[in-house]
């Protein structure tokens, strides 16, 4: 069974090898020793890691059977090249596809497109057809909620 650790037991226990390297502030410090001084559990984790940590340090070097390649970072320019090269190849891919959809354009059948804008020369008309607009509406919405007849779209 997992038992639940503390945040404090946490932070003390992720603290243990800034401790054992001596890169902790003396607050800190001072902190994890109060903590390790009073919690049995994390008294055993820091020794089990103050243990393992010394016979790392006295275990002599050995060299790796093989050489270590460090790679040079890749320079910007060559980042910027290849981030151009992506972009036109997605605008190249996006002009085909246009393309090949064809020209005219898909519209969904409930989108009401006017192809030349309407000019009304009085009030009166605007005012008729906003309450044709409203009474539309009305009935579109009535029409949803089932209580209106069928509605063409």
Known sequence: MRTVRPIVCERVRAQTSLRLDGEL???ERRMAEAHL???P???AFAEDAEAVTALLRQAPPERPQRP?????????????VQTGLAAAAALLLVGVSVQ???SEPRRSPGVFRLEEPVRFQTSEEIAREVELI???QRAYDAHLEGEGPAFPL
């Open 25 to 27: 502030s003396e607050l």
């Open 37 to 39: 001084a009073r919690c």
């Open 41 to 43: 559990d994390c008294r």
């Open 68 to 80: 270590v390649v460090v790679h040079r970072p890749r320079r910007p320019w060559t980042v910027r």
């Open 100 to 102: 090949l959809a064809g």
């Open 134 to 136: 409203i009474a539309y």
